[in-house]
């Protein structure tokens, strides 16, 4: 099976860069999309295609990808970001994978 | 756009369900649909989807056998099913509309979620 991990936790001060990496095999040749979840709520697409944001999501958040690493930064933290981010990929067998998820923590 | 999905539901092993997830504001039989697994406390695992135009379907190997995903295209609604739960199924089910059509593409529309609780 596929996997992609990501650090556990990741913390920030507010008004800093905040960088959550999800790792995965040759995941560069694929396309990486992220979700950031708060409690109680359902996921929210963030980045799509590696790097595309859709409507209204804010510009502080950006997407790269290449070699086996994908990457959400958040620009500029602030405390409403504090949630959990997921990245998610398709595998070569047709079937959706989620990163093991990361919690971010605006101190 | 939306989905809106059925509500809470509690059940015992060995007991079947059928959960919804009603999709309006768009066409529907123009967007791939997929379920989404959250157990308490942990991460999102993807479980099958389903293009509702033909009603074609994959699973994660995972789920594969476990569960059924089925859409009925006349009332616009996607279907998760169990024909025998498990206490192991107790979890957060979210169904979520694939971006731009796409079989394989991000999810950007989400519903609110179902809670299945399953105990004796």
């Known amino acids: 099976s596929y996997d992609l991990t990501q650090p556990p936790s990741v913390s920030v001060s507010p008004g800093q860069t905040a960088t959550i990496r999800c790792s995965g095999d040759e995941l560069g040749n694929k396309f990486a999309s992220w979700y950031q979840q708060k409690p109680g709520q359902s996921p929210v697409l963030l980045i799509y295609?590696?790097?595309e944001r859709p409507s209204g999501i804010p510009e502080r958040f950006s997407g790269s990808n290449s070699g086996n690493t994908a990457t959400l930064t958040i620009s500029g933290t602030q405390a409403m970001d504090e949630a959990d981010y997921y990245c998610?990929?398709?595998?070569?067998?047709?079937?959706?994978?989620f990163g093991t998820g990361t919690k971010v923590t605006v101190l | 756009v939306q989905l809106v999905q059925s509500g809470a539901e509690v059940k015992k092993p060995g007991e079947s369900l059928r959960i919804s997830c009603k999709g309006s504001?768009?066409?529907?039989?123009?967007?791939?649909m997929s379920w989404v697994r959250q157990m308490p406390g942990r991460g999102l695992e993807w479980m099958g989807r389903i293009d509702p135009s033909d009603s074609y379907t994959n699973y994660s190997p995972s789920f594969q056998g476990h569960v059924t995903i089925s859409t009925d295209k006349s009332i616009t609604t996607a279907y998760l099913q169990w024909n025998s739960l498990r206490a192991s199924d107790t979890a957060m089910y979210y169904c979520?509309?694939?971006?731009?059509?796409?079989?394989?593409?991000?999810?950007?529309?989400w519903g609110q979620g179902t809670m299945v609780t399953v105990s004796s």
């Open positions: 295609q590696d790097r």
């Open positions: 504001g768009y066409t529907f039989t123009n967007y791939w």
């Open positions: 998610q990929a398709w595998d070569s067998s047709t079937a959706g994978v």
């Open positions: 979520a509309r694939h971006y731009d059509g796409a079989s394989e593409e991000a999810f950007d529309i």
